[in-house]
């Protein structure tokens, strides 16, 4: 079935670009330069035809952010999760977890990409897509993010050379960082040679108390994590146009982390018995290693058509060493667990597309992705007594691959002057292959047709120049969620300490099928001059075959594990708006999301970690005159109450958060900035409830302390 539905989609390709050849070869090579002048952001969102939010390079640094998380956490509709010990997880419309597709460069992200060590230095614009299309991946049913990389060379106006050096402070520890970034170009060829360091510190301070009936408990936990990132990293761009309708651009990043973990829990007993080590001691310690290059091609050819190619390599190497001390409730050693671990990544992507203007009115374009991602790993571990003998060993290897195809097809069409639509197909497969000799085979294929069809409506009256313009948007596509290697393979993740319903052991499912969801979206916006803005948006969204997690007693341990069980249904409303007067910049957005389960019984049956309610309020304050800028953004993120697993409720509170920045600049060339945040908290409270019939509940309380960060910009 798998090769006849991929058959199916190469000839569907072969059609559209067999026509689009066809009518390119009747017409004689010329050359055409054109020159214009960029649309702004909120231009190019308005006349583009698919539903997209476009944050550009100004927003980007506006406030000085470390991170492309941070960015995305002020954008309508985006929330990240930055939980203690957790990488931080992007959600859109609510969903996170594999629902929201991260592209770089249109393409999925490797492996080893990561929202919180990329600099927005590094980045030209983000293209936020609400509504799928049929060039990016189908895995999107939230909506996908796309990064654009920033091109090789100087950009016009900008300086050659350029340096930001500063310091971040947060409970006393400092986190450094430099960044070095040198633009040239000699002739046809355009060079950029970016270089990182940085220290990345993230101290957690939190008490959790667990409580239950049967047997009686009540127990508290004090713990504390700290970790520190050391990150050195050379990003090299290069751009090379050897003739007019020819050009070749290559990005690549070298990225070499120290990453050193220490928890301490110490455990206090109310009623109950204790756990197994009541103080506990672990550390962590890994040096990866990222390498990643992509070498593009592009053709013009007459008529405005256009051919391009891309070829991606990506590999990381990962050598960690773990070691968990338990002690007994005097600080006695009882049993010392050390355990080696060695994940190696590695994956290549071929993609091109063929684009031609057909008819006049007519946008075609049609493309594929080759790609195959595979994972091997090998963990050592043992386990000794407390006078150093062994008493337990285990010897665990893996080997997982990840083949990818697809195909698609598109046409953006020019109804008329009130009128434009959008309609593609795409053709997307995924085969999952893994074994090892700790777990049973696995062989998955996931894949889906995925139609997409958007529509947008300008109407002319009122357009004119100075008057406010109204535009209407519709959306409806199919997307899905393909389950990754982690859930699929049948390997259980053991906990060391204190195995229990709200802290049970992973073990992956090899019979999970992806989730499928057709999508509508909704929208009306309004347009006032060159900045100001207001939009309402609306989404539903029908999921088949949704992934929960189910807890129970599997071999004497609770174990959680994946299961596809009946559908859900999600939607929501999206709130707008941004306005400028002279010296001042306002923008403000809010969200309001409703999902629901169908084989989980109510209240808050919702789907998991959706928060109810987000929102952001930014006010900036920026004169031509003046040698200070300043600003901040107030974000919140409401109750977050879920019955998402089985049969086990979870309840987030609202956490608020205020980050405010200010930029002094001395003169064109050197600049410092001040940014402070998680002002608006000092903590918050997370609850897991299991309502089996041994109930158990564990809250957890973390502290949150503000960060400071102090740069000097220099332009050089």
């Known amino acids: 079935m798998r090769i006849t539905r991929t058959a199916s989609a190469c000839a569907l390709l072969l059609a559209a670009c067999s026509s689009a050849c066809a009518q390119t070869a009747v017409e004689p090579m010329q050359q055409v330069v054109v020159s214009a002048a960029a649309a702004g952001e909120q231009q190019q969102r308005a006349q583009s035809t698919t539903t997209a939010i476009i944050v550009g390079r100004e927003e980007l640094l506006r406030q000085g952010d470390a991170s492309l998380a941070d960015v995305l956490k002020r954008q309508p509709g985006v929330t990240v999760d930055a939980s203690p010990g957790k990488d931080a997880q992007v959600r859109m419309r609510g ?8 592209l770089l ?4 992200a490797p492996s080893g990409f990561s929202l919180e060590s990329i600099s927005p230095d590094l980045i030209e614009r983000i293209e936020i897509q609400r509504a799928a299309t049929a060039e990016t991946s189908s895995q999107a049913v939230a909506g996908s993010i796309n990064v654009i990389m920033r091109r090789a060379g100087p950009a016009k106006g900008a300086p050659a050379n350029e340096i930001k050096a500063g310091s971040a402070f947060q409970r006393g520890h400092a986190a450094p960082q430099l960044l070095a970034q040198h633009s040239g170009k000699r002739g046809a060829l355009a060079y950029t040679l970016a270089a990182t360091l940085k220290r990345n510190v993230n101290p957690i301070a939190a008490r959790s108390t ?50 050193h973990n220490v928890k301490r829990e110490s455990e206090t007993l109310e009623v109950g018995a204790p756990t197994a080590f009541p103080h506990n001691w672990q550390r962590f310690e890994t040096r990866p290693l990222h390498l990643y290059a992509d070498l593009a091609w592009t053709r013009k050819f007459a008529g405005g058509a256009r051919l391009s190619n891309k070829l991606a390599g990506f590999r990381m190497r990962r050598e960690g060493d773990f070691v968990f001390h338990g002690m007994d409730g005097l600080d006695r050693l009882r049993e010392s667990h050390l355990v080696a671990s060695g994940p190696v990544e590695r ?24 790609g195959r991602k595979d994972r091997s790993e090998y963990r050592r571990e043992r386990h000794l007594d407390a006078e150093g003998s062994q008493f337990y060993t285990s010897d665990e290897d893996y080997f997982a691959e990840v083949d990818r195809s697809a195909f698609f097809v598109q046409d953006e069409w020019d109804m008329g002057a009130d009128w434009s639509a959008y309609l593609g197909l795409r053709r997307e497969d995924l085969t999952t292959k893994g074994q090892g000799n700790a777990a049973a085979p696995v062989d998955v294929d996931a894949g889906a047709w995925s139609p997409v069809f958007q529509l947008l409506f300008k109407p002319q009256q009122g357009q004119e120049d100075g008057k406010p313009r109204d535009q209407f948007r519709f959306a409806l596509g199919r997307t899905y969620k393909a389950p990754n290697i982690v859930q699929l393979m049948p390997r ?53 075959d949704k992934i929960l997690t189910r807890i129970a007693l599997q071999g004497g341990a609770w174990t959680a594990t994946p299961d596809n069980h009946g559908g859900a249904t999600a939607r929501g409303l999206e709130f707008e708006g ?33 928060p109810a309610w987000s929102g952001n309020l930014g006010l900036d304050v920026s004169a031509p005159s003046s040698r200070l800028e300043a600003g901040g953004t107030f974000s919140y993120r409401g109750t977050v109450a879920s019955r998402a697993g089985s049969p ?69």
């Open 95 to 102: 969903l996170g977890n594999g629902y929201v597709a991260i």
């Open 105 to 108: 460069n249109g393409l999925p």
């Open 210 to 259: 667990e409580e239950g009936s049967a047997p009686a408990l009540l127990r508290h936990t004090d713990w504390t994590d700290h970790l520190v990132e050391d990150v050195a990293e050379l990003a090299p761009r290069l751009s090379w146009q050897p003739s007019a309708v020819d050009s070749i651009s290559s990005q690549s990043y070298v990225r070499w982390r120290y990453i």
């Open 347 to 370: 994956e290549w992507t071929f993609s091109g597309s063929w684009r031609q203007p057909l008819w006049g009115s007519h946008s075609l374009a049609a493309g594929w992705e080759f």
């Open 492 to 544: 259980r993740y053991t906990v060391d300490n204190n195995n229990s319903a709200t802290n049970p052991d992973l073990q992956g499912n090899p019979d999970l099928r992806p989730e499928l969801a057709t999508n509508v979206d909704l929208a009306w916006e309004r347009y006032f001059g060159k900045a100001d803005m207001v939009s309402v948006s609306a989404y539903h969204k029908r999921i088949r």
């Open 578 to 610: 941004r306005i400028t007067r002279g010296s001042l910049a306002a923008r403000v957005n809010l969200a309001r999301n409703w999902s629901r389960l169908d084989s989980v019984p109510g209240p808050d049956n919702r789907i998991e970690d959706q």
């Open 648 to 716: 086990v409720f979870s309840l987030d509170a609202p956490r608020r958060q205020l980050d405010l920045y200010a930029l002094w600049k001395f003169d064109t060339q050197a600049r410092l900035r001040l940014a402070l945040s998680n002002l608006g908290q000092r903590s918050y409270r997370e609850r897991l409830v299991y309502e089996g019939a041994a109930p158990l509940a564990r809250t957890s309380l973390y502290q949150v302390r503000p960060t400071v960060r102090l740069v000097w910009e220099q332009s050089l």
